[in-house]
């Protein structure tokens, strides 16, 4: 043990262990789960919280000297489970738009802990093979790395807390002033302003992806509203495309969803050739050290343990039909290896398309029901999520020295947790916030829907409904959305990846500019034009905004800095001023958020 600054707990002591259990646990973890389920309530998509556990962490560890990354990459890779699950609360959501009655908390707790546990001993399996012999990039995890080992730099970490509060604070005010009613001018301008669209979430989302992201989702929204009038007056099949009243997401997020199927067939075949090809050229493995070791026998028993549990809650307590949860099991272990794979390439973690393509293959063996395809559905999104953040937390620690028995125990702790916030969360959440038990798609018009677009819970829901109860003008647009999907990526992989061009681009402002140009607004990459298909075009605006001013700001700073000292590291993305204000902008708004629903509830009971 090595005594360590101030009043810390010796290194590697079991006080140090539970200091850092602690605080990821009912810290961390808590508010790293309480924004990933805002965000995926308020926008479909939730933001992984590594980096804000990482530098929130490092502050605990500072004291360490550089053993400290250890200790700090514990309680991410803990508080990471955690908001990875607590963002599956959107499922609860799924279930009550289907009109499934609420299922006892137990139940669904036990079944997202089951699930959940099973994709981490999956996730884990696969490590040896995806990181230690196929040594892919997972650039996240490369980037999580880098923060830790950048931390034990006291002025840094300062500047990284600064940054995280400040925008923190920005966006608590900023969820209040807009959700707290005012009398007078003032209210009716801040109605306005919230009717737009706008929320700091959503702002701070789009500072985060960028303009090449956030200006395709404006550019698909634009087409959603130029387009709505003539699909309101034209149909197929006897059908109109779109209700007289209806938007223009209740036709266009199954075109979004054909388009992530379509780009995401031929990344998944690209996947699978570099697999092979990586495979083969993988490099000898080395002698094992003691950090690196992984117990297969234990490992096995484990997933056979928690496979066997799954189909003990779906089939005895859940009644769901066997083949069906056995069916799903088995395509986990494919998912989670193809997902692994474009994550550990692309930093892309395609859960949704796991999802609706084990829907699809359920249908294709019978499913007629809606509810039961959700809720066999969320064996593979739920352990596709956390197994793919697993094998990109082993990525941290394998290039920190991380030992990962350890690593693996904080891990299922944060799944524990995290199955509870789920369902603690979406109960918390639509009770305090009833517009978000109302079925969009049934009810397109709701008031005070324009918050909470619950892209996710849209997408799957539609996707459900459709294929069990295919419609022909449903399945036309789906398969425009894929053609469109392929051809794009196609494109797009044929352009981007040419020599010439990408030499063109890198020498030239013509051809920066022309790049630019392609991925905005040509040729934009389908899973980022998909999000205005799955939202209103306001919400697709905001994030666009909040895209083009990240990036100019980004562009202005890069122009006017100092060239860095010669052998000076640059710091990772995550590290940016506009990642951490945009991070802290939906920390900020969520808590705001969830601190009004409480307040509203605990009124209510007063009263």
């Known amino acids: 043990m090595t005594k360590p600054k101030g009043f810390l707990p010796p290194l590697n002591s079991p006080g140090y262990y539970i200091l850092l259990g602690a605080i990821a646990i009912f810290i961390l973890g808590p508010l790293g789960g309480i924004t990933a389920a805002y965000m995926n309530f308020s926008l479909g998509f939730f933001v992984g919280g590594q980096v804000l556990a990482g530098i929130l962490g490092s502050v605990v560890t500072y004291g360490y000297g550089s053993e400290g990354k250890h200790g700090a990459n514990y309680m991410q890779t803990m508080a990471a489970s955690v908001a990875g699950l607590s963002g599956m609360a959107v499922l609860i959501q799924a279930m009550t738009w289907l009109g499934l009655p609420e299922p006892p908390v137990w139940q669904m707790v036990t079944y997202f802990m089951c699930i959940g546990m099973f994709g981490v001993g999956v996730g884990m399996l696969y490590t040896p093979i995806l990181v230690d012999r196929m040594q892919l990039s997972f650039p996240s995890g490369f980037a999580v790395a880098n923060i830790l080992r950048a931390l034990t730099d006291i002025r840094l970490l300062r500047e990284s807390i600064a940054k995280l509060g400040g925008g923190t604070l920005t966006g608590l005010l900023s969820g209040l002033a807009v959700s707290i009613p005012f009398s007078g001018q003032l209210g009716v301008a801040l109605g306005k302003f919230t009717a737009s669209g706008y929320s700091a979430s959503t702002f701070g989302a789009g500072m985060i992806v960028g303009a090449r992201i956030g200006i395709p989702a404006i550019v698909v929204g634009w087409i959603g509203v130029t387009a709505t009038p003539w699909l309101r007056t034209h149909g197929y099949g006897g059908d109109m495309w779109l209700d007289a009243n209806a938007p223009f997401r209740k036709i266009g997020f199954i075109v979004a969803l054909g388009m992530i199927m379509g780009a995401a067939a031929v990344d998944m075949a690209l996947l699978a050739v570099s697999a092979v090809k990586t495979l083969g050229q993988s490099k000898p493995a080395l002698p094992s050290e003691d950090w690196k070791k992984t117990d297969s026998r234990f490992l096995w028993s484990w997933i056979g343990f928690w496979a066997l549990a799954i189909v003990v809650m779906g089939v005895g307590v859940l009644h769901l039909p066997a083949l069906f949860v056995i069916l799903a099991i088995a395509l986990a272990f494919v998912f989670l290896m193809v997902n692994g794979i474009s994550l550990g390439i692309s930093d892309s973690n395609p859960i949704s398309s796991a999802f609706v393509l084990t829907v699809f293959i359920l249908a294709a063996v019978g499913l007629k029901d809606p509810v039961t395809g959700l809720l066999c559905a969320t064996i593979l999104l739920i352990s596709t999520s956390v197994g793919g953040d697993m094998q990109q937390d082993r990525s941290t620690g394998w290039r920190l020295g991380t030992n990962r028995a350890i690593q693996f125990r904080y891990q299922v702790i944060g799944i524990a947790m995290g199955a509870v916030m789920s369902v603690v969360l979406a109960r918390l959440f639509m009770k305090a916030y009833p517009v978000l038990a109302i079925n969009q798609l049934a009810h397109p018009n ?162």
């Open 446 to 607: 709701t008031p005070g829907a324009e918050k909470w677009q619950s892209a996710m819970t849209y997408k799957f829901v539609g996707a459900l409904d459709s294929l069990t109860h295919p419609s022909p003008k449903v399945m036309v647009a789906l398969g425009l959305g894929i053609g469109l999907g392929l051809l794009i990526e196609v494109l797009r992989k044929l352009i981007k990846h040419n020599g010439g061009f990408k030499a063109w681009v890198a020498r030239s402002r013509a051809g920066y500019f022309t790049d630019l140009a392609l991925d905005c607004v040509f040729l934009p990459s389908p899973y980022a034009a998909s999000f205005g298909g799955f939202v209103e075009f306001g919400t697709s605006a905001w994030f666009g905004i909040g895209g083009i001013f990240s990036s100019l700001v980004q562009t202005w700073q890069s122009r006017s800095a100092q060239k860095r000292a010669a052998g000076q590291e640059d710091l990772p993305d995550d590290m940016s001023t506009m990642s951490l204000v945009g991070g802290g902008l939906i920390a900020g708004d969520s808590l705001a958020a969830l601190g009004l629903g409480i307040y509203g509830l605990l009124q209510t009971v007063i009263k």
